[in-house]
């Protein structure tokens, strides 16, 4: 299936984005890809943060992974049933290519036990699979971001519902 082509919005403020991730973080089942790409300082891992609590994680337990390359967050068997699954939480900023992604342990074995969010994404994209999320974030004046969403495979024939899903303004 073609690509999805990319559609923009702003988010007004840091909670904003992080409410965004959460919101699609509850669409989300073992196997999808969600790849991010920006700036640094541009609200990746803020957005993670969101996507994890969506999954029903600890928000607080996310941190970016730049240092490690790969975070892992298992859900504590303590939580209730709407936690789903585990989160990858990569960084290519500093990977090669392919190669470096299998040294890390992250094939399409272990992506089909969880969700995988991948900062950096552009490094490795062919990488990535077939079907994949794809949001780039951008720094915007005082506290907006600006997202720009585009998908492809799966996801691409679901676009109007992520985007829908994405950009929901609660009360």
């Given amino acids: 299936m073609n690509p999805q082509p990319p559609t923009t919005w702003v988010t007004v403020s840091a909670q904003a984005t992080t409410a965004c991730g959460q919101r699609l973080g509850a669409l989300l089942q073992p196997g ?7 700036p640094l300082g541009a609200g990746k891992t803020q957005f993670v943060r969101g996507l994890a609590a969506g999954l029903g994680l600890d928000p607080g337990d996310v941190s970016s992974p730049t240092f490690v390359m790969m975070h892992e967050y298992e859900p504590d068997e303590a939580d209730d049933a709407k ?10 900023y500093r990977i090669g290519g392919s190669d470096d992604l299998a040294s890390l342990g992250f094939d399409a074995e272990l992506r089909a036990t969880g969700v995988s969010v991948v900062e950096w994404s552009a490094r ?20 907006t971001r600006t997202l720009t969403l585009s998908a492809r495979g799966r996801w691409a024939a679901q676009a109007d519902t992520l985007l829908t899903t994405l ?5």
């Fill in 167 to 171: 950009t929901e303004t609660r009360p």
């Fill in 32 to 38: 999808d890809v969600v790849a991010l790409d920006g």
């Fill in 83 to 92: 936690t789903s699954c585990t989160l990858f939480h990569l960084d290519a």
């Fill in 124 to 143: 490795i994209d062919d990488a990535l699979g077939p079907d994949v999320i794809h949001l780039a974030l951008a720094h915007g004046p005082h506290d």
